[in-house]
């Protein structure tokens, strides 16, 4: 399902301004590529968008202390090893009463924050045994993450089940000027964030942080735990 794609608007003129007289030179991907980047990136080429929802509920950890020393070591240590991203308190603070995703991709931990207005306004709650049913896929990769399994096994009241019930927009990367065979490094509201060569982005508004952030495709084509919306 495709549309004319025109969020991101919401950051400010000047900068936009500044952004958009900016030169799109293919070396910049060779550098971490900015939010001012980005944003003249769809301002330039005015990308389609494309509407996705995730088909399954995923399992998280809650957010209850303002310290990544606060999470279990079995969760922070994988935390955001998959798109290279990195985490502080600060984030973790802002982000209290939200939950750790705990994907796990074919070769292991795929841990990241899901941000407190994202995570209010898009997710419910849903019980483990959600999970257990409809995410078999998930629950049997749990045995590369023996510690969370056993957290898991023992139905630890830090994790909950959530499912996203709102569709997404995003936007292919390719569709922005950059290309699948190059590796992309983009600033995010949490960090950075890496885009491995050999495959396409997908980049989401967050119109709580007021900037982009990335999904990296999965082996089906898709954004990683995601299906296109019908």
Known sequence: ????????KTLAAGLLAFAVSA???A???DDVQSQTELTARVEKHAPAKELYIKDRPILGWKITGDTLADLPEAIRG?????DSTSYDDAYIAKNVGSVVALQMSKTGPDFYVIGKETFTSKYEMVGLVDVAAKNTRLVKRLDMAPEVLALFNAKD???TGALKTVPV??????AIGYAPAAEVIIQSP???QTKPADQDGFLVFDSGENQYYMVNQGADGNPSSYVPAK
Do not use: C, N
């Open 157 to 159: 009241a830090g994790l």
């Open 78 to 82: 994988p935390l955001g090893s998959v």
């Open 1 to 8: 399902m495709t549309y004319s794609f025109s969020f991101g």
């Open 27 to 29: 070396s910049a991907q």
């Open 190 to 192: 949490w960090g950075t």
């Open 23 to 25: 030169p799109l030179a």
């Open 169 to 174: 927009e995003m936007v292919r990367m390719s």
